[in-house]
C-alpha cells in the first residue's frame, strides 16, 4: 500500500519539477520577450505559477518524507489503523458500511477510502471489534459499531 502512495508522490513531484525547469522558464522567457515587466500580465502570471509550483513541490516532498518514517512494525495488530479494512454498523441508519482507514492522498469516501485525519477516521483509530464509537461529522453525530476488522498485516 505504501509503495503505491510513495510512486504517487513520486511521479507529481516528477511532473512539477518538469513544469519548473523547463516549461515555466520558457514562458517567463517568452513573457520577457514582450518589454515591459510592470504590465506584462503573462510573466506575473508565470512568476506566480513559479511560486505555487515551488511551494506544492515542498509540500510534496515532505509528504514523501514523513511516509518514509511509517514503521509497520508499530501499528497495531488488533485496532484499527492505517491499512485496516473496517465493517462498521451505522446505528441511525441501521446498515452496514465498510471503509478503508488510508492517507489523506488516498482518500476516497465513494470507494470507501477514508483517510485517518477525516472525522470518521480519527474517531476509529485505536478502537477494536464490538467497540461503539460515535462521530461528529459535518452532517452531524453518527454512531458505530465496529463489526470487523482486518488489519494491514492481515491484508499483507
Same mark, same amino acid.
Given at each position: 500500500?505504501?509503495?503505491?502512495?510513495?510512486?504517487k508522490l513520486e511521479d507529481q513531484i516528477r511532473v512539477l519539477e518538469?513544469?519548473?525547469?523547463?516549461e515555466l522558464p520558457k514562458e517567463i522567457k517568452t513573457a520577457r520577450?514582450?518589454?515591459?515587466?510592470?504590465?506584462?500580465?503573462?510573466?506575473?502570471?508565470?512568476?506566480?505559477?513559479?511560486?505555487?509550483?515551488?511551494?506544492?513541490?515542498?509540500?510534496?516532498?515532505?509528504?514523501?518524507?514523513?511516509?518514509?518514517?511509517?514503521?509497520?512494525?508499530?501499528?497495531?495488530?488488533?485496532?484499527?489503523?492505517?491499512?485496516? !479494512?473496517?465493517?462498521?454498523?451505522?446505528?441511525?441508519?441501521?446498515?452496514?458500511?465498510?471503509?478503508?482507514?488510508?492517507?489523506?492522498?488516498?482518500?476516497?469516501?465513494?470507494?470507501?477510502?477514508?483517510?485517518?485525519?477525516?472525522?470518521?477516521?480519527?474517531?476509529?483509530?485505536?478502537?477494536?471489534?464490538?467497540?461503539?464509537? !460515535?462521530?461528529?461529522?459535518?452532517?452531524?453525530?453518527?454512531?458505530?459499531?465496529?463489526?470487523?476488522?482486518? !488489519?494491514?498485516?492481515?491484508?499483507?
Amino acid at each position: 500500500m505504501s509503495e503505491g502512495l510513495k510512486k504517487k508522490l513520486e511521479d507529481q513531484i516528477r511532473v512539477l519539477e518538469h513544469e519548473l525547469n523547463h516549461e515555466l522558464p520558457k514562458e517567463i522567457k517568452t513573457a520577457r520577450a514582450h518589454g515591459d515587466l510592470s504590465e506584462n500580465a503573462e510573466y506575473h502570471a508565470a512568476k506566480e505559477r513559479q511560486g505555487i509550483v515551488n511551494a506544492r513541490l515542498g509540500q510534496l516532498r515532505q509528504r514523501l518524507a514523513e511516509i518514509a518514517l511509517v514503521n509497520f512494525n508499530n501499528i497495531p495488530h488488533d485496532r484499527v489503523a492505517f491499512g485496516s !479494512t473496517v465493517i462498521l454498523h451505522d446505528v441511525s441508519k441501521d446498515s452496514e458500511v465498510q471503509y478503508k482507514i488510508v492517507t489523506s492522498e488516498d482518500a476516497d469516501v465513494a470507494s470507501g477510502k477514508i483517510s485517518t485525519s477525516s472525522p470518521i477516521g480519527r474517531g476509529l483509530i485505536g478502537k477494536q471489534v464490538g467497540d461503539v464509537v !460515535t462521530v461528529q461529522t459535518p452532517a452531524g453525530t453518527r454512531e458505530f459499531e465496529i463489526r470487523k476488522l482486518t !488489519t494491514i498485516h492481515e491484508e499483507a
